[in-house]
């Protein structure tokens, strides 16, 4: 089972980035997916998570500025990000909790994560 997270990069202040994760070895359709983010020296911190309903979630300081979205189909969760801001930047993880219809932000009960894509905003 794995989740591969892709689509970082540098950008500037304003300016967005989509970012992707793809699972492989299951289906992810019932899980919930969420994403999460690890700025340099801050612990890892939620971000955002849809269930398998397709009901969303946000951190505050996302909230009205990223979306996520998933395409069961493809087995991929999507985070579009907007507006991004410096501190934004973070590595960015998205992750899977198994059979899950509740979300939650407490990532110890995420099964599976992904490996991480880094996210620079330049002001």
């Known amino acids: 089972v794995q989740l591969q997270a892709f689509g970082g990069g540098l950008v500037q202040a304003g300016g967005y980035l989509r970012l992707s994760c793809a699972g492989s070895?299951?289906?992810?359709?019932?899980?919930?997916m969420g994403w999460f983010r690890q700025a340099p020296g801050k612990e890892r911190d939620f971000v955002s998570a849809?269930?398998?309903?397709?009901?969303?979630y946000y951190a505050s300081s996302v909230k009205g500025r990223f979306t996520i979205s998933k395409d069961n189909a493809k087995n991929t969760v999507y985070l579009q990000m907007n507006s991004l801001r410096s501190e934004d930047t973070a590595v960015y993880y998205c992750?899977?909790?198994?059979?899950?219809?509740?979300?939650?932000?407490?990532?110890?009960?995420?099964?599976?994560w992904g490996q991480g894509t880094l996210v620079t905003v330049s002001s």
């Open positions: 992750a899977a909790d198994r059979d899950s219809y509740f979300y939650t932000r407490d990532m110890r009960q995420y099964d599976y």
């Open positions: 070895g299951r289906t992810f359709t019932r899980d919930t």
């Open positions: 849809i269930n398998w309903s397709g009901d969303t």
